[in-house]
């Protein structure tokens, strides 16, 4: 069984470094043909057809935006272990990239714990079925999820929000293969 992870596409925020208080009603920006069709080019090749799959997105607007753009006649449900981890106590004054370590741990109570606990109810649930999951989610979680999966789940929710050590953008797919432990970047 595989998990295709596949990051939102870009918001307002996402382009300048805004932390979001509303993370759940944040849009994404127009997709346009273009594209949508270099999004297929690159990515259709990694989704064999033939095989069976299942769909699931977060529970926030631009998550379920992005899976209803990219794939318009697939059936999906939402998944709360798919959700962005809550960061939003940062404030909306600063940039991600302006805020301290410190600063940050003053005000976002979330561990590598936390963390590491929401990522195993996730592959839990994925695991559930023997299809292929196709999800759609943020680059938080999902930069999470890589270092989860390449055995550094001690990383710091700092680290992560700052792609430390791993870099995922905007409708990038990270691909886990559950029967070979292994994982795959396909960057967009």
């Known amino acids: 069984?595989?998990?295709?992870?596949?990051?939102?596409?870009?918001t307002a925020a996402n382009l300048n470094g805004s932390?979001?208080?509303?993370?759940?009603?944040?849009?994404?920006?127009?997709?346009?043909?273009?594209?949508?069709?270099d999004w297929h080019k690159k990515m259709d090749p990694y989704l064999l057809s033939g095989e069976t799959y299942r769909f699931r997105s977060s529970h926030a607007l631009r998550c379920r935006q992005t899976m209803e753009a990219l794939f318009p006649v697939q059936q999906y449900i939402?998944?709360?272990?798919?959700?962005?981890?809550?960061?939003s106590a940062l404030g909306s004054d600063k940039k991600f990239w302006?805020?301290?370590?410190?600063e940050f741990e003053s005000y976002v109570k979330l561990s590598s714990a936390d963390m590491g606990f929401q990522a195993q109810k996730f592959i839990d649930?994925?695991?559930?079925?023997?299809?292929?999951?196709?999800a759609v989610s943020h680059g938080m979680f999902i930069r999470y999820m890589y270092h989860?999966?390449?055995?550094?789940?001690?990383?710091?929710p700092y680290e992560v929000i700052n792609s430390k050590?791993?870099?995922?953008?905007?409708l990038s797919m990270l691909i886990i293969d559950m029967k070979a432990h292994s994982?795959?970047?396909?960057?967009?």
């Open 1 to 10: 069984m595989k998990i295709y992870l596949i990051r939102h596409a870009p």
């Open 19 to 37: 932390i979001i208080q509303n993370y759940k009603e944040i849009s994404i920006l127009p997709l346009t043909n273009s594209i949508m069709s």
């Open 78 to 87: 939402t998944d709360e272990n798919l959700g962005e981890f809550d960061c």
């Open 98 to 102: 302006e805020v301290t370590k410190k």
């Open 125 to 134: 649930g994925a695991q559930s079925s023997e299809a292929n999951l196709v």
């Open 148 to 156: 989860f999966m390449t055995g550094n789940r001690d990383i710091s």
């Open 165 to 170: 050590g791993f870099e995922f953008k905007n």
């Open 183 to 188: 994982v795959e970047v396909v960057p967009f």
